[in-house]
């Protein structure tokens, strides 16, 4: 399984980006897909995530200014970002909980990254 990431890019405070994800391989199921960031010197930190039922949670950071979403059918998960802030400059990672078998066990999978730039 791979999960190909991609949309990051530059923005301006205000503006708005979308990241996109797309996981390939064998595939059973996927529990949740979501999204972490790691800024320059920090620690990777959860953004958002959405579960297989649909429910969705966001760190209080980007509550009310970023949407996640899946395409169930395509295996994807996006984010839009609005209203971006310089503080949310970090390289995103997308993130899949996925079963490859009936029956077998649910691993955690990660995108390659795709960098995010905001400028005040």
């Known amino acids: 399984v791979q999960l190909q990431a991609s949309g990051g890019g530059l923005a301006q405070a205000g503006g708005s980006l979308r990241l996109s994800c797309a996981a390939a391989?064998?595939?059973?199921?996927?529990?949740?897909m979501a999204w972490y960031r790691q800024a320059p010197g920090k620690q990777r930190e959860w953004v958002a995530t959405?579960?297989?039922?649909?429910?969705?949670n966001y760190a209080d950071s980007v509550k009310g200014r970023f949407v996640i979403s899946r395409d169930y059918a395509k295996n994807t998960v996006s984010l839009q970002m609005n209203t971006l802030k310089p503080e949310d400059t970090a390289v995103y990672y997308c993130?899949?909980?996925?079963?490859?078998?009936?029956?077998?066990?649910?691993?955690?999978?990660w995108g390659q990254g795709t960098q995010v730039t905001v400028s005040s």
């Open positions: 391989g064998i595939i059973f199921s996927i529990s949740a």
């Open positions: 959405m579960v297989s039922g649909g429910a969705s």
């Open positions: 993130n899949a909980a996925i079963r490859r078998a009936n029956g077998g066990r649910t691993r955690d999978y």
